[in-house]
């Protein structure tokens, strides 16, 4: 089956359900840096060069879906967690982008949210639950789950640390208001930081459930 693709304002949105990787380990095509030269491949992951603030997102939109990655945080000075962006806003064509795209933040490995659509800027439940979860060392390799839904405006995250564990549900994500397609994003929260993301992959419209902490 093929992907079928509609330009949208400088993305465009997959109606594919297949899995598909997002990131071939070799080459950022696919992906908008913001900003520019910021991110590198360095032994076959997506990696921030530590330039400044700013995101790194794909060029396809994306509603519902399921993305699966490895990560690790190398380093920062000062010092910030990695981060995923969902329910981001496409900048127009020639227009600068929102800070963060104006999206749902998950710091991974550690779960801590943020929301930046604009007038919110809020970590605050019960919008976001935080579960009970053992503490992970952000320097090691983890296996990351976020499974997204922008109809009901929900988003799950489980991690697993070692790579090949089972992962657990550390975070949930509600409010009706924030469903929307959009772009994902990996965002470089301030200059000096270093992350490295590999085997990155989206389920279009996957079942409603995380696989990984099965």
Request: net charge neutral.
């Amino acid at each position: 089956m093929g992907i079928g693709i509609m330009v949208l304002a400088g993305c465009s949105r997959s109606s594919s359900s297949k899995t598909i990787s997002l990131f071939d380990g070799k080459t950022l095509d696919g992906w908008i840096q913001s900003p520019a030269d910021a991110w590198t491949v360095k032994d076959g992951s997506i990696a921030s060069k530590g330039i400044g603030r700013g995101v790194i997102y794909t060029k396809d939109d994306y509603g519902s879906f399921r993305l699966i990655f490895t990560m690790r945080h190398v380093s920062g000075n000062p010092d910030h967690q990695a981060a995923v962006l969902f329910f981001c806003t496409c900048p127009a064509p020639g227009q600068k982008e929102l800070d963060a795209l104006g999206g749902i933040q998950f710091q991974v490995p550690p779960g801590y949210p943020w929301d930046y659509r604009p007038g919110h800027n809020t970590d605050k439940e019960p919008m976001f639950k935080r579960l009970p979860h053992p503490k992970f060392d952000p320097h090691e390799w983890s296996r990351v789950e976020i499974l997204v839904n922008a109809k009901t405006g929900t988003a799950r995250l489980a991690v697993a640390q070692p790579v090949g564990s089972k992962a657990v549900e550390i975070l949930d994500f509600n409010d009706p208001t924030a469903g929307k397609t959009g772009p994902i994003a990996l965002q470089m929260h301030n200059k000096g930081l270093l992350d490295e993301y590999k085997d990155i992959t989206v389920e279009a419209d996957p079942q409603d459930d995380l696989i990984t902490v099965k």
